[in-house]
């Protein structure tokens, strides 16, 4: 049994001293790039890159493999790569020189991104782990400015996007209102017309003779035509109509004849007469 304990411990141990070992190797190597890295990173990025990549790859929990390759993404102007991998370092980092300069350089980046209230924290943060670094304290004080800024520019847009939604809200109801009086003017207007036609239909009555009226006062004219023709046929007092004058002298007419008829008998018996009128 106490062989067996023995074994087994001494496997345990040659497993873990393995482990170990595999592990210091790789941390050399990821070490290696890094230096590597940091040797190119002025002249070559983009092989500075790959070499910081190896690192990572290597030892994924490297701090400052993951630490110097968002500082080169930042010196790039990537800063949503470099965001992303300082926020890895953070998250890895174990010591507060490695916290500090992590939320340091998160301040920066995020202070690029113009979102200061966010780099306040950042700062803050940075300044916690190490209360010295006077370059935190001093980008805090211009962080803090902005921030500043920002909000009153926030309350600025919100109060400005009130006045806009109340404005159209007052021009939606007075839109409302000019419909509803120009409808009442249209109502108005529709009965002001009718009145209007009615008014003239009254006065083109008023203004026309009524058609019975006017028949009436047709045939009173003609009445008066024949009354008149009437009277001009009928003799007025002390004159003799024409048919009277027709007949008078139908009868001289029938006289002479016979005062004729009585001269031609008495020539025949020798006698001579005096013709007369009888009028």
Not at 122 to 151: H, I, S, V, W
Not at 243 to 269: F, P, R, T, Y
């Amino acid at each position: 049994m106490k062989k067996a304990a023995i074994l087994l411990f001494t496997i345990f141990a040659s497993f873990s001293f393995a482990q170990e070992k595999e592990e210091l190797e790789a941390s050399k190597k990821s070490n290696n790039y890094i230096y590597q890295g940091n040797t190119l990173i002025d002249d070559d990025f983009v092989s500075a890159e790959m070499a910081y990549r190896k690192a990572i790859s290597e030892q994924p929990t490297t701090v400052a493999g993951l630490y110097n390759l968002g500082s080169s993404y930042y010196k790039k102007g990537n800063y949503d790569e470099a965001l992303y991998r300082h926020e890895l370092a953070l998250k890895n980092a174990v010591s507060k020189t490695e916290k500090h300069k992590a939320y340091h350089n998160i301040g920066n980046i995020l202070m690029k991104n113009k979102n200061c209230i966010a780099a306040v924290e950042a700062y803050k943060n940075a300044l916690r782990n190490d209360p010295t670094d006077d370059e935190a304290r001093y980008n805090l004080g211009l962080a803090k400015a902005c921030a500043e800024q920002q909000k009153n520019q926030q309350d600025q847009d919100k109060e400005d996007d009130n006045q806009d939604d109340k404005e159209e809200g007052d021009q939606e109801n007075q839109d409302k209102k000019d419909g509803e009086e120009e409808d009442d003017s249209n109502d108005k207007k529709d009965q002001g017309d009718k009145d209007n036609d009615a008014g003239e239909d009254e006065k083109e009555d008023e203004g026309k003779p009524n058609e019975d009226n006017k028949d009436e006062g047709d045939k009173n004219k003609e009445d008066d035509g024949n009354n008149k023709d009437q009277q001009k046929s009928q003799p007025q007092p002390g004159q003799l109509s024409p048919q009277q004058i027709k007949s008078l002298l139908e009868a001289m007419n029938n006289q002479e004849k016979k005062v004729q008829e009585k001269m031609n008998a008495k020539k025949q018996k020798g006698e001579s007469v005096k013709a007369e009128k009888d009028w």
